[in-house]
């Protein structure tokens, strides 16, 4: 039986990236801010409906990155139900991370229980907006202006989402991008900072590339964090293609959201009317009522060559760097603690085909002994 996994990489037709090789073999021009990187800067900020953008060699490298161009120091509240790029960023900034507990309906960072964690270390705020979906900006916002605290997002999941008509990503002081293979944009590896004025992209600009403003002048000990001209060559042949992507992720939102909707104890995610998300995960809550348990279920459609994933679980707070930390325990973060134990993410990608879908989903129907869904319905 075919192997099924809960994404595969967006990949444009190969003949439209070999003009591109060929111009950069021509030119010898192959890193250090060359024309793509140039361009795809420009196209990706059009295309995002923001003001600036600086493109980075991965997402990572673009968190580390952002911590420093804000000059953040102490504490960090975040949020335990991420990747762990997202706390490891803090750690290697030498900052601490203070978890806050979730949102159990978002699954993101509950914004009413991050007050009582600021302490005078506090300097900043790094929710998640987990699966694509948007936090509760409007409500993080108004904490750091009350506290004068700078807002960070670890947007990797956010590409494309707008909330009333406005790009998610303008949010906050900072966000950032991962242009991972599995995420809905991708450059084989990439991301970006996303920033609200010209003089903080140029210090961002400085800090990827060593702190170069010049030949001979070094203005702050950077990092090398640029994107090659392979990769920004790619990210342009890319957003050709990632409309029909993010329609066809849509549509099998629709279609799983349909299958599983007389499922007794499975929950699916939605988003609020003024939301335009981009379906980068397919989450389900596998609830007590259902029959069987959430990692059951994942051995089960193991066992049927289906890999989903247990995003996100173990919490990063529970992990050994992380768990000795006042604000890791799994006591002060009961919502984090269900969650992780609930949800599993079903395959989605452009090309998932209708009767790849209808096998995942009879899998969980089987469960509960409910008829199988028709793969030319
Ligand atoms: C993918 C991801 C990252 C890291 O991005 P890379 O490009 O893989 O370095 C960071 N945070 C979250 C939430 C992610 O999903």
Not at 98 to 112: K, L
Not at 122 to 145: E, F, M, R, W
Not at 149 to 154: A, G, M, T
Request: glycine share 6%.
């Amino acid at each position: 039986m075919k192997d099924i996994y809960v994404t595969s990489p967006l990949l444009p037709p190969l003949e439209e990236f070999i003009p591109y090789l060929e111009k950069i073999w021509e030119k010898k021009f192959l890193t250090n801010g060359g024309e793509w990187h140039q361009q795809l800067e420009k196209e990706l900020a059009d295309y995002l409906g923001v003001e600036h953008l600086c493109l980075f060699a991965n997402g990572t490298l673009a968190l580390l990155t952002a911590l420093q161009a804000l000059r953040i120091t102490g504490e960090v509240i975040t949020t335990p139900y991420s990747f762990v790029a997202t706390s490891h960023s803090l750690l290697w900034n030498g900052l601490t991370p203070v978890f806050a507990d979730i949102d159990p309906v978002t699954c993101n960072i509950d914004p009413d229980k991050i007050e009582a964690l600021i302490t005078p270390a506090t300097s900043a705020i790094l929710p998640v907006h987990c699966y694509g979906i948007p936090c509760n900006v409007d409500k993080i916002q108004t904490i750091a202006d009350a506290w004068g605290l700078k807002v960070i997002y670890d947007a990797a999941h956010a590409f494309g989402v707008k909330k009333n008509n406005h790009s998610i990503l303008n949010c906050g002081d900072l966000s950032i991008l991962s242009f991972h293979a599995t995420k809905v944009f991708n450059t084989f590896e990439g991301g970006a900072i996303i920033c609200p004025d010209a003089r903080m992209k140029q210090r961002i600009d400085y800090l990827k590339n060593f702190g170069f403003a010049g030949e001979t002048t070094v203005v702050a000990p950077g990092i090398n964090a640029k994107m090659n001209e392979v990769q920004a060559a790619f990210g342009l042949v890319q957003l050709g293609h990632i409309d029909h992507a993010l329609a066809r992720r849509a549509e099998i939102y629709h279609r799983y959201c349909e299958w599983l909707r007389d499922i007794p104890g499975i929950g699916t995610f939605s988003v609020t009317d003024d939301v335009e998300w981009n379906h980068a995960y397919f989450p389900i809550r596998v609830e007590s009522t259902f029959p069987v348990s959430r990692d059951w279920l994942y051995d089960a459609l193991k066992a049927q060559n289906i890999y989903s994933r247990r995003y996100f679980y173990p919490l990063i707070s529970s992990f050994s760097m992380y768990r000795h930390l006042p604000s890791a325990s799994a006591a002060s973060l009961p919502v984090a603690s269900d969650v992780a134990e609930k949800i599993l993410c079903l395959p989605i990608y452009p090309d998932l085909t209708l009767e790849d879908q209808a096998r995942v989903v009879n899998i969980i129907r089987e469960q509960v002994g409910l008829t199988q869904v028709d793969k030319v319905a």
